[in-house]
């Protein structure tokens, strides 16, 4: 009998144990902090004219791909200021991440490479961290000829290898790291 | 206290006059496997039909014998019965062996009359100290390798996940203390929170056999019991400190027992480690640091009656993930796959950094017994488990030194059973379990929620019996029932709710829409009957077979039901499926096992049909900014696993030793006619040992030697890489060569007075520097494994 009421003891002090344990309180949504949702490469020339090329991809990790866009025209034989933006717009308002990259240049590197009918583009870096080595923030971008279907790979990788061979002449070779954005934008020289 | 009273009354009245009768024999009585005497052990004297009780020191006297046959029939709570008998013609003294069951998994070695193993017919492998201690400085995962047919799956050289038949994970129950683990043991990465040190024996026992535990032990248990309580007034410890040459590691435990004879009895126990970084014949493995720190507190009191313990274990791992394992997408995969080093390597530190896990896991347990006259034993235990999981990424900005994944798993679990023995030929046990559990996901990590918030509730209910038919055949079987409800509060990206489909099936489900995110709370229960028959039959002194069937099953855990996301440091999106449904094992085993003075071979064959089988696998591409993910997704499928372990033991001469471990095991994917992935290739394990009398010296060289896994699925994709405008396939299938590996171990134990020595130990594991990737280390695709390491460890027991 003894044994059947310890069981019985047990049985109740455990519902008793479930029964208290709260379960009413939701959690607390979690926007994600570092998620780079958008990358925007801001082109302007002598005379004020803008082009815009982004990569914008509001659910992360999820399942929808990023959505390329372009705004305004390339003109050809011109050069253009460019400066890019990293951006998370999970977050409310959106965060600016381009200054994490510009704090921790050291840590930092963008990286522009065509791939196709580059046309004569060329882009040079006009920033430099605080051991002389490139960031790739700011840079000056170089239209090239008249051509259609050129792309252009944007990626910011962390903790690159800034000294290695070629890497300061934004030669991705050597760089290693992490890749942290990897876009690419396509777009004609008119 | 009885049984020695009315032991002596009968050693006293022990009297018989013939011819030539004042011989005198001398008995020492010890155990067969390590040699410590067996105390209060009761002796029957044939020829004289008398009793006698062997003392603290395992010796027995009987005087005013007569020369002629002497039969005695030694019995002891927790040993075979043995029969032996001497010619006596002069005075004689003897040590006499017997089989005493400490592997027993009783928290209670005194009471008499329980069954030696927890199942008679399931296939088991008992490792005691003196195998443990080789691994003091090392992790529980390395230690269990010892075990036929137990290998492991790692993440670098810290974190050591035990695999039986090749299964590991939640296939698998891990007790410690007769706790059942709860340290969100879903994940590979996440290595088994026992410190190794703080166990005095380990059973694994491969299947479901033991019921006892749970039902959803697909691949095994692994049983950690504390030491042993005798009733005895006594103070003993021992002390280690070792020390190894790769990673410049040090390590120290120490351990005190404090025993009395009325069955007080309380341990400390507390280890330190700490090791650097890790090296490869040719480099550093940068990061792979670690540290350690464990605490233990038994005591309590063990009577044959009545009882109680108490145990508090706390156990903290630090463990750096090697830095270039780290990668931002599939691209850095695939530099690392083809570039033959590590792309970081820096000079040797003690240094912990990102990416790196700190993990501390409490575990807190009441249990107390009592015993009634003629009906059995009633145990009730209640135990509290808190691991808090903390992974660090590398993160930027203000985000630096924030965790990345931080996890709180709190259970509390209350259980008894019920041992009814009074009938000496029959056994019945009952068990009742109930479980409460919550998991807390912090969202100041900034990160989404890899595993959600949730509470879980378990209740299990079984009932085993044993049945001796005679002397050489034993049946069992046992019957257990599993409930068990998850109760989730998890966000979900609108986007992945849609195309995983759930907005059809499960739009009841949703509490709250935020938006781009969904609030959920899917409840889930779960139904699960396991059952497990078999027998033992033993032939005769050398031959002896066990069979064994059992059919169990596992609900899915919350990582298979649930995940979502980017896995970091596999470079791949990994979903769960809130539609998976229980896996169901049929599982049948047979060894054959044959024992001699010189040689001795166990067989342990299985054949594991798995329904529903769950796994992992890539299914396509997402794109991200980050660049192009592979798809992982959790689906089930028809499985089997199968295999054979051989252990073989041969004593060559009094000197040297010869013995050898093989295990085989292939698991396929029946549905889909090809191979499960992570199955561990064939292995062999042979060794010589030489042992002298002298300082109790041996060495011992071993060949490991690891064939290359043929039998994998090709899970190789196809990706297109931006910054060189191609399209290249990823590698992630092919598992690397086969290797070898030659470790060499040596010790000599020094008597430093009559009651203390001192043990030295020197190992070299890999001795010839060999490089080598494993198949079963996720980190294969980054960089080697460990070059030679030698170790030097003292032992000081007092």
Same mark, same amino acid.
């Given at each position: 009998m003894k044994t059947i009421k310890h069981l019985f003891l047990s049985i109740l002090s455990l519902s008793a144990l479930v029964s208290c344990s709260s379960d009413d309180d939701a959690p607390k949504i979690v926007?994600?902090?570092?998620?780079?949702?958008t990358v925007r490469l801001e082109l302007t020339n002598a005379f004020g004219d803008i082009v815009v090329l982004q990569s914008q991809d509001?659910? $992360?990790?999820?399942?929808d791909a990023p959505v390329y866009t372009m705004e305004g025209s390339i003109l050809a034989d011109t050069e253009y200021v460019g400066e890019i933006q990293f951006l998370n717009e999970l977050e409310n308002p959106a965060e600016d991440i381009t200054l994490e990259v510009l704090e921790e240049a050291l840590d930092h590197q963008v990286f522009y490479i065509y791939t196709t009918?580059?046309?004569g583009s060329t882009v040079t870096y006009t920033d430099l961290d605080s051991d002389g080595n490139?960031? $790739?923030v700011a840079t000056t971008f170089n239209s090239g000829a008249v051509s259609t279907g050129n792309t252009l790979v944007v990626q910011l990788i962390h903790?690159?290898?800034?000294?290695?061979?070629g890497v300061s002449d934004g030669?991705?070779?050597?760089?290693?790291g992490a890749i942290d954005a990897n876009v690419t934008f396509t777009y004609d020289v008119n | 206290m009885k049984p020695i009273i009315i032991g002596l009354v009968m050693a006293i009245s022990c009297f018989s006059y013939s011819q030539n009768c004042n011989y005198t024999f001398l008995g020492e009585l010890k155990d067969f496997h390590d040699g410590t005497p067996i105390e209060s052990a009761t002796i029957y004297i044939k020829e004289s039909d008398t009793y006698l009780i062997s003392d603290f020191d395992g010796k027995f006297k009987i005087e005013n014998l007569c020369a002629g046959t002497l039969t005695l029939t030694i019995s002891h709570a927790n040993c075979e019965t043995k029969t032996v008998s001497f010619e006596i013609n002069s005075d004689t003294f003897k040590t006499i062996l017997i089989e005493h069951h400490?592997?027993?998994?009783?928290?209670?070695?005194?009471?008499?009359?329980? /069954?030696?193993?927890?199942?008679?017919t399931a296939q088991e492998t008992v490792l005691k100290e003196h195998t443990l201690k080789k691994y003091s400085a090392l992790s529980i995962g390395d230690a269990l390798?010892?075990?036929?047919?137990v290998s492991s799956i790692n993440?670098?050289?810290?974190?050591v996940k035990p695999m039986i038949n090749g299964m590991h994970s939640s296939r698998l129950i891990m007790l410690n203390n007769n706790v059942r683990l709860q340290d969100?043991?879903?994940?590979?990465e996440h290595a088994p929170n026992?410190?190794?040190?703080?166990?005095?024996q380990i059973s694994v026992i491969k299947?479901?056999?033991?019921l006892a535990y749970g039902g959803d032990a697909i691949g095994g248990v692994v049983v950690v019991n504390p030491d042993r309580v005798f009733l005895k007034d006594t103070l003993f410890g021992k002390t280690t400190l070792s020390g190894q040459s790769n990673g410049r590691g040090y390590s120290a435990n120490t351990k005190l027992n404090k025993y009395t004879k009325k069955g007080w009895f309380a341990s400390v126990q507390g280890s330190l480690k700490q090791n650097g970084d890790f090296e490869t014949p040719d480099y550093v493995l940068t990061n792979t640091g670690s540290n350690s720190k464990g605490f233990t507190f038994r005591g309590g009191k063990q009577n044959f009656e009545s009882g109680f313990e108490v145990f508090y274990s706390y156990l903290n791992n630090e463990i750096g993930i090697?830095?270039?394992?780290?990668?931002?997408n599939i691209e850095d995969l695939v530099s690392a796959i083809n570039?033959?080093?590590?792309l970081v390597i820096e000079d040797f530190s003690y240094d912990i950094n990102a990416p790196k896990q700190d993990v501390t896991h409490q575990l807190a347990k009441a249990m107390y017994y009592k015993r009634f006259n003629n009906f059995g034993k009633v145990n009730l235990q209640y135990d509290y488990q808190n691991n808090q999981r903390l992974e660090y990424d590398i993160r930027v900005g203000d /985000?630096?030194?924030?965790?990345?994944l931080d996890l709180k798993l709190q259970t509390h679990t209350l259980s008894s059973d019920i041992v009814l023995d009074a009938l000496s030929d029959y056994k019945l046990k009952f068990g009742i379990m109930g479980r409460y559990q919550n998991n807390f996901a912090n969202p100041?990590?900034?990160?989404?929620?890899l595993i959600p918030d949730y509470d879980k509730f378990d209740f299990g209910i079984y009932a085993t019996t044993e049945h001796?038919?005679?002397?050489k055949m034993t049946l069992d079987f046992g019957l257990r029932y599993d409930f068990n409800r998850i109760d989730a509060k998890k966000f979900y990206f609108t986007s992945r709710w849609e195309e995983r489909g759930y907005d059809e099936?499960?739009?009841?489900?949703?509490? /709250?829409?935020?938006g781009t995110q969904l609030l959920v709370n899917p409840v889930f229960d779960y139904h699960n009957f396991s059952t497990s028959a078999g027998f033992n039959y033993?032939?005769?002194?050398h031959h002896s077979f066990i069979g064994n069937y059992s059919l169990s099953s596992r609900p899915p855990n919350p990582s298979e039901l649930f995940s979502d996301g980017l896995h970091h440091s596999a470079a791949r999106i990994e979903l769960g499926d809130l539609r998976l449904t229980k896996e169901t094992s049929n599982r049948v085993s047979a060894s054959y096992i044959y024992n001699s003075k010189q040689f001795n071979l166990t067989t342990e064959a299985f054949y594991n049909h798995i329904n529903d089988y769950m796994y992992i696998e890539p299914t396509g591409i997402e794109q991200t900014i980050r660049g192009a993910f592979p798809v992982w997704q959790y689906l089930q499928t028809n499985a089997e696993l199968y295999g054979i372990d051989l252990s073989v033991n041969y004593?060559?001469?009094?000197h040297f030793n010869f013995s050898n471990k093989t295990s085989y095991t292939v698991g396929n994917d029946i549905e889909n006619d090809r191979s499960l992935i992570n199955i561990p290739a064939f292995n062999t394990r042979n060794s010589i040992t030489y042992t002298n009398d002298w300082k109790q010296f041996s060495a011992s060289l071993t060949s490991d030697w690891t064939f290359e896994?043929?039998?994998?699925?090709?899970n190789n994709f196809e990706t297109y890489i931006a910054s060189t405008n191609e399209t290249v396939l990823v590698d992630i299938s092919t598992p690397p060569s086969a290797y070898q590996l030659l470790n060499f171990y040596s010790e000599v134990t020094l008597e430093t007075s009559d009651k203390t020595n001192l043990n030295i130990a020197l190992s070299v594991n890999n001795l010839l520097d060999t490089n080598y990737r494993a198949y079963?280390?996720?980190?294969r695709y980054f960089a080697d494994d460990m070059g030679r390491n030698i170790m030097l460890q003292l032992q000081y027991n007092y």
């Open positions: 926007n994600e902090e570092e998620v780079i949702t509001l659910d $992360g990790e999820g399942p009918n580059n046309a490139p960031i $790739g903790e690159p290898n800034k000294t290695g061979s030669d991705v070779t050597n760089a290693n | 400490i592997e027993e998994l009783m928290e209670v070695s005194v009471i008499a009359h329980v /069954d030696k193993k927890e199942t008679k390798k010892e075990v036929a047919g993440t670098g050289s810290s974190i969100q043991d879903w994940g590979i026992i410190d190794v040190n703080a166990a005095s299947g479901a056999g033991a090697l830095k270039a394992s780290h990668i931002g570039s033959l080093e590590p /985000d630096r030194d924030k965790a990345a100041d990590t900034g990160v989404r929620r001796s038919l005679n002397s099936d499960f739009s009841d489900l949703i509490i /709250d829409d935020l033993q032939l005769n002194e004593t060559i001469n009094e896994q043929t039998k994998y699925p090709d079963l280390n996720r980190l």
